[in-house]
């Protein structure tokens, strides 16, 4: 399975955490996440995902985006992750992720976000 | 059925650091060498207290973890709420050699984590000879910034939260889930503006580069514990900074990050027993 079809995944696996969209209750935002070339648009609605749209869509307009190498995303992704590889900010740190746009919803809600985007760890063919 | 308390004692020192006067709150357990523990940035001393209890250590260590003015439960000094708080090498340093002097400490081993570290490094740079050993932990000369500390204190986010999720990469992922969130509740704790202020002295002030070269282990042993999974101050930070210092002993520690003494302390014990041993020896 491919980063990109990993990350594919991510409804079912959100829906399965109700304690990660507790915590996401407050949250309102459209954000961009990018898997290597491939742009994944979350449309995020008081912590739960309304919307996954898959690959690009032209003029769409989101608060940020966070851009990963699909190397960044695969060692990301592992169970458990090697050093550098392990934290949003060891990605961008290394230069194998960026974050654009307005960044205040990335960082008012900076642990959900990161809790989201490891999300696909837990499927069994990350590791 | 007697109480189950823990074995340290916590109390509050006065204390004048250059003509202003501190409430300092401290805990220590022990009895023995004194050894004197520095909290990370935007946190304070419970950060020690697995080994304020450890009976392996404080049957030969007088354990005393402070928490450093503005911080925990000591209390910022008059008129705090009229200037902005940032702490430099030289405040840090005077708290410090303070509270050893006023506690009549006899040549203390002092250890320090992350700023706590880095000071660590100023301390055997310009007062070796008043310590018995000194170990910095996740410490370096300098560390590229990972992050605009700019977000750290504004009103439209959260303070507690977005420090404590900042940090939490720092942590390794094979620390137990209890210990990374009680490492994670003190960071959502801290004053206002302080972790803020404390990094002033990170990546403003405390730059050692070139200095380190300095250092003295004949006059006072240096040890270095760095974990992996710590990338603010990474393992070839920790590893440069030795390289450039003759006699200091160095370690990098695995599946630990940033806060080893709080994240994973049985982890951690692995490491820092030996260490204390030798001081002891």
Known sequence: ?????????????????????????????????????????????????????????????????????????????????????????????????????????????????????????RLPEAN | MAPALDPMIGRYLRLDIDGVTHRIYFEEAGQGIPLVCLHTAGADNRQFRHLLADPEITRRFRVLAFDMPWHGKSTPPDGWEREEYRLTTASYTAVIRAFCKAMELDKPAVMGCSIGGRIVLNLAIAHAAEFRALIALEAADFQQPWYDTAWLHRPDVHGGEVCAALISGLIAPQSPPASRHETLWMYMQGGPGVFKGDLYFYRVDGDLREKVKTIDTKVCPLYLLTGEYDFSCAAEDTLRTAAQIPGVDVQIMKELGHFPMSENPAKFREYILPVLDRIAR
């Not at chain 1, 696996?13 to 290597?36: Q, S, T, V, Y």
């Open chain 1, 1 to 121: 399975m491919s980063p990109a079809e990993r990350f594919a995944r991510l409804p079912e696996l959100l829906a399965a955490d109700p304690d990660l969209c507790r915590r996401g209750r407050w949250l309102n935002a459209d954000c961009r996440i990018d898997i290597g070339a491939e742009p994944f648009y979350l449309t995020l609605r008081e912590g739960a995902l309304a919307d996954l749209a898959r690959g690009p869509r032209l003029l769409r307009s989101v608060a940020f985006s966070i851009s990963g190498t699909e190397e960044a995303w695969l060692r990301h992704w592992q169970q458990v992750p090697d050093p550098g590889w392990h934290d949003l900010f060891a990605l961008t740190k290394r230069g194998a992720a960026s974050f654009d746009g307005d960044l205040r919803p990335l960082l008012q809600n900076l642990q959900y976000f990161k809790d989201l985007l490891a999300l696909p760890r």
